[in-house]
């Protein structure tokens, strides 16, 4: 399965290799972001969120990927299992290698997309239903990195 990621990375790496291809705030990480959402997507996580069944991709990032797309989503169609389980491992794994090939300044989406996944991996490991996204404030000590 991890060969079908890697074509579908080795893809998208060299279409967005062309720096007209991309779009305003283009990153590399983006790709492996964006193909975990598809990923997610495909995989359909009983223990998702109501509210997180599916994560939308950006638009400037559909707009940029021209003919690519499609052969993508064949791609992606096509990583199937039976077990859910072995859907959130496959995702999480995708997701750990992704994270290893950028700094931690890159990683804010795919970061943010690993904490969900876990999320729907503990809710599935405990067997408790998904109910609502519980968001934390920010410390009170927290400084706004903008406004130093």
């Given amino acids: 399965m991890m060969k079908k990621t890697e074509k579908i990375l080795e893809i998208w790496h060299k279409h967005f290799a062309d ?13 492996e972001y964006f193909v975990g959402c598809m990923l997610y997507n495909h995989f359909n996580f009983s223990t998702a969120l109501d509210t997180m069944k599916t994560i939308d991709l950006s638009y400037d990032f559909l707009a940029s990927c021209d003919e ?5 989503m064949a791609i992606v169609k096509s990583i199937e299992f039976d077990d859910e389980k072995d859907r959130i491992e496959f995702l999480q794994n995708f997701i750990a290698q992704a994270q290893k090939k950028y700094t931690n300044d890159e ?3 795919l970061n943010r997309l690993g904490n969900h996944v ?3 991996a503990q809710r599935y ?3 408790e239903e998904a109910k609502k ?4 404030a920010p410390t009170k000590t927290f400084v706004n990195p903008l406004l130093r």
């Avoid at 690519?68 to 993508?72: L, V």
């Avoid at 996204?133 to 934390?136: K, Y």
């Fill in 107 to 109: 990683l804010y989406l």
């Fill in 133 to 136: 996204v519980d968001f934390v």
């Fill in 125 to 127: 490991i405990s067997g």
């Fill in 68 to 72: 690519e797309y499609d052969e993508i």
């Fill in 118 to 120: 876990a999320g729907v």
């Fill in 19 to 31: 720096e007209e291809k991309q779009y305003s705030e283009f990153e590399s990480s983006d790709i």
